[in-house]
C-alpha cells in the first residue's frame, strides 16, 4: 500500500504527497501501538500463549517431542503468529524477555505433561539470533528448568542456522554452557543458511531440523530429493538426529523413511495444538494418525 500511495504521490503532486504523509504516519501509529500492546502482554502475562506441535519418531512410532510455538491472542487483530510480531520485539530490544516468557511456559507446561506420565518426551524451545548475544542465555535456561522442576533431558533449544553462523565463537561458548546443563541443542532450517561442515562439527549438536523449503516439491523434483539424501546421510556421519519439516503428503513420508530419516514434524501428522488439545493427542491419537505412525 505504501509503495502505490508513494507512486500516486510523485504522479499527482502535493495533495497525493499530504495522502501518502498521512498513510505512513498511520502505519508508524500502528507499529507503535503493537509494540506497547506486545510490552503490555508480556509484562501482565495476558494473552501470549504456545501451542505445540507434536513430532513423530519414525523408527518407534511414538511422538517423542514437541515444538512450542509463540502465537498472540490481540485484542482486536485475532491470533497473531510470530512472523507478525517477533520482528517488533527483536526490533525494540526485549526479544530475549519474550523467550524468556516461552521458555518459563513450556518447562512449567511439561511438568505438567510429565506429572501425567509423559516421562521421555521433550520440548523443543526456539531462540532468536539474538538470544545467542546475551552472556546469561544459559542461567536463564536453568532458571527456566529449576522454575518448573523439569529435568534438562526435557529441554532441547532451537537455533537457527543463519543465528548459529553470524557468530560462531560466542555461540560455541554458550551453547556448550547450555549442553553442559544436559539440555539438547538442535540447529533450525538447515539448509538455508551458509553452515561451513568444518562449523557444524565444532557445535554441541544434537539434532539438525531440514528447513520445509527442501520438503515442498518432493517427490517431483528430483533434485530436492538429492539435497535431502545428502543432509541426511551428512547427519548422520557428524552423528546428528534429523528432523524433516514440513512433511505434508503421504508421499514424502514414504520418501524420507526411505532416506533413514529420524523424525517428522508437520501438517500431515498434526498442527501445532493449544496444551488442552495436545494432552488429548498424546492419550490417544486418532485412528487415521495412528495408521500414519505405523505406515
Ligand atoms: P520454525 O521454528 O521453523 O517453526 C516451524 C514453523 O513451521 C511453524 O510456524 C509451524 O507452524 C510451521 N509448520 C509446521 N508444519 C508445517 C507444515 O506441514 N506446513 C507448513 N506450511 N508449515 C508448517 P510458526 O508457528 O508460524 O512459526 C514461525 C517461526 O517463528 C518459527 O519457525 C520460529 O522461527 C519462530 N518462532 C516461533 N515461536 C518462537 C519463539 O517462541 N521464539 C522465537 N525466537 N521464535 C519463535
Ligand atoms: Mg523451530
Ligand atoms: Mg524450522
Ligand atoms: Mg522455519
Known amino acids: 500500500h505504501a509503495d502505490l500511495a508513494l507512486y500516486q504521490a510523485k504522479n499527482c503532486g502535493r495533495n497525493a504527497l499530504?495522502?501518502?504523509?498521512?498513510?505512513?504516519?498511520?502505519?508508524?501509529t500502528l507499529?507503535?501501538?503493537?509494540?506497547?500492546?506486545?510490552?503490555?502482554a508480556l509484562i501482565s502475562d495476558g494473552g501470549l500463549l504456545l501451542h505445540y506441535q507434536p513430532i513423530l519418531d519414525l523408527r518407534s512410532g511414538d511422538v517423542t517431542k514437541l515444538e512450542a510455538l509463540l502465537?498472540?491472542?490481540h485484542p482486536r487483530l485475532g491470533l497473531l503468529s510470530p512472523d507478525r510480531f517477533l520482528g517488533i520485539a527483536?526490533?525494540?530490544g526485549f526479544i530475549t524477555e519474550l523467550d524468556a516468557w516461552v521458555l518459563r511456559r513450556a518447562?512449567?507446561?511439561l511438568a505438567g505433561l510429565v506429572a501425567q506420565g509423559h516421562a521421555e518426551l521433550r520440548v523443543a524451545v526456539n531462540c532468536s539470533a539474538l538470544d545467542l548475544s546475551h552472556?546469561?542465555?544459559p542461567s536463564i535456561v536453568a532458571t527456566a528448568l529449576e522454575g518448573a522442576g523439569l529435568r534438562p533431558q526435557n529441554l532441547e533449544l532451537e537455533v537457527t542456522e543463519n543465528a548459529l553462523m553470524s557468530s560462531v565463537n560466542q555461540a560455541l561458548g554458550l551453547l556448550q554452557r547450555i549442553r553442559e546443563l544436559g539440555v539438547s541443542i538442535s540447529i533450525d532450517d538447515?539448509?538455508?543458511?551458509y553452515s561451513s561442515l568444518a562449523y557444524l562439527k565444532r557445535l554441541p549438536l544434537d539434532t539438525l531440523k531440514i528447513d520445509r523449503s527442501f520438503l515442498f516439491d518432493i517427490p517431483g523434483s528430483e533434485a530436492d530429493g538429492e539435497i535431502v539424501h545428502a543432509i541426511i546421510g551428512m547427519a548422520h556421519i557428524l552423528r546428528l538426529q534429523v528432523v524433516a519439516e514440513g512433511v505434508e503428503s503421504a508421499e514424502q513420508l514414504a520418501f524420507l523413511r526411505g532416506l533413514g530419516c529420524d523424525f517428522i514434524q508437520g501438517?500431515?501428522?498434526s498442527r501445532p495444538l493449544p496444551l488442552e488439545q495436545l494432552a488429548d493427542f498424546l492419550a490417544g491419537p486418532d485412528a487415521s494418525v495412528q495408521a500414519l505412525a505405523a505406515c
Open 18 to 28: 499530504q495522502f501518502f504523509n498521512h498513510h505512513l504516519k498511520h502505519k508508524v
Open 135 to 137: 552472556d546469561d542465555l
Open 267 to 269: 501438517y500431515l501428522f
Open 71 to 73: 502465537r498472540w491472542q
Open 107 to 109: 518447562c512449567a507446561d
Open 190 to 193: 538447515f539448509g538455508t543458511g
Open 90 to 92: 527483536e526490533a525494540n
Open 31 to 40: 507499529e507503535l501501538q503493537l509494540e506497547e500492546e506486545l510490552r503490555q
